[in-house]
Nanobody
Framework: QGRLVESGGGLVQSGGSLRLSCATSGILFSVYTMSWYRQAPGKQGELVASINSGMNTNYADSVEGRFTICRDNDKNTMYLQMISLKPEETAVYYC???????????WGQGTQVTVSS
């Protein structure tokens, strides 16, 4: 049974930085594409960034250049470094593990990020 646990969220001022972590267990972490999603109140969820097993990364246009996704396969953990945060990026941030060949996926419970203006 896979388990994903996010941490690192909190309250930060506009322009500030946070580093989110997604610790996993119960899955063969290295073969999964790992992603960060976020959902703000009253808005649809959106993909923020992803990193596949080959370390290829993809970012939403809105975060390109400010957010950095990475993974540590030895620690079975994914990270999201966020800088220059904006109030509109206030949301619950979720991590997702996705295995492409059989569409097996796991989600974390989310971590709240609040950016004050």
């Amino acid at each position: 049974q896979g388990r994903l646990v996010e941490s690192g969220g909190g309250l930060v001022q506009s322009g500030g930085s946070l580093r989110l972590s997604c610790a996993t267990s119960g899955i063969l972490f290295s073969v999964y594409t790992m992603s960060w999603y976020r959902q703000a109140p009253g808005k649809q969820g959106e993909l923020v960034a992803s990193i596949n097993s080959g370390m290829n990364t993809n970012y939403a246009d809105s975060v390109e250049g400010r957010f950095t996704i990475c993974r540590d396969n030895d620690k079975n953990t994914m990270y999201l470094q966020m800088i220059s945060l904006k109030p509109e990026e206030t949301a619950v941030y979720y991590c997702r593990a996705y295995r492409t060949w059989d569409r097996n996926e796991w989600w974390g419970q989310g971590t709240q990020v609040t950016v004050s203006s």
